[in-house]
């Protein structure tokens, strides 16, 4: 019944990342991640670091590249393509899995915090976008909300939200929170978390244009042989 009523009586707009209430998130790995499409690879980005990219786009550069198997043995797992295992914990230091196929691993220090140095932006700056934030002081952190799967009780949504507009200048050429990444001035990234805006949209209070001019997304599924009128 929930679900009815939101589907007849909403329909949903993207949030705009410069609006209040943005969301954004420090960790690399995201719940979403967890599906047959996402690949990873691991590289070395310098002597000292490895970059992680999720279908070719970086996530993070991280100081070691480690995991430990179901009974805790650490091993160090060749460079290389990889894929998530399970539903991602979305904090920092939560648990990720990984495996190749034939080893089922997680991350050694779980999550990684977002660090992508100025370098691999500026070398994917087609697909990476970021803006700048104003203080952190603007911002309320917001507690992960826990629910149990599988028997396993995950953690997701940690991050913080803004309270004010931002006001880089780049905000009028954002169409998409794909990629995009939020800098703090003491130059602390966090990722875009992108959420969406209900619009009511019954009879009696429809959604003006269709939400064609403000961007609503209609909640019908689209015709098939069950709903095709014949």
């Known amino acids: 019944m929930l679900c009815y009523y939101y589907r007849a009586s909403f329909s949903t707009r993207p949030r705009n990342p ?19 499409d996402y690949n990873i690879n691991v590289k070395m980005y310098n002597k000292t670091s490895y970059l992680i ?4 786009v970086p996530r993070t550069v991280t100081n070691k590249f480690q995991v430990q198997d179901y009974y805790g043995t650490i091993v160090n797992p060749p460079l290389g393509d990889y894929r998530f295992s399970w539903w991602t914990q979305e904090y920092v230091g939560g648990e990720v899995g990984m495996n190749n196929g034939v080893d089922w691993w997680s991350f050694v220090g ?24 104003p203080s952190r002081s603007f911002f309320q ?12 009780q995950f953690y997701l949504g940690a991050g913080i939200m803004s309270t004010v507009n931002v006001t880089d200048s780049k905000c009028q050429k954002i ?10 001035p003491n130059n602390d990234q966090w990722y875009y978390d992108a959420r969406v805006i209900l619009e009511q949209n019954t009879i009696d209070k429809p959604v003006p244009d269709g939400g064609g001019k403000t961007g609503t997304l209609c909640s019908n599924v689209a015709k098939n042989f069950l709903n095709r009128k014949l």
């Open 18 to 36: 410069c609006q209040a209430n943005s969301r954004w998130r420090k960790y690399s790995f995201f719940e979403t991640d967890y599906s047959e």
């Open 141 to 152: 952190d917001i507690s992960p909300t826990a629910f149990e799967a599988k028997g396993q």
């Open 175 to 184: 169409t998409s929170g794909l990629n995009l990444i939020g800098v703090f």
């Open 110 to 133: 779980g999550n990684p915090p977002l660090f992508l140095p100025q370098s691999v932006i500026d070398q994917y700056n087609t697909t990476i976008k970021t803006l700048q934030l």
């Open 53 to 56: 990219t999720i279908n070719g």
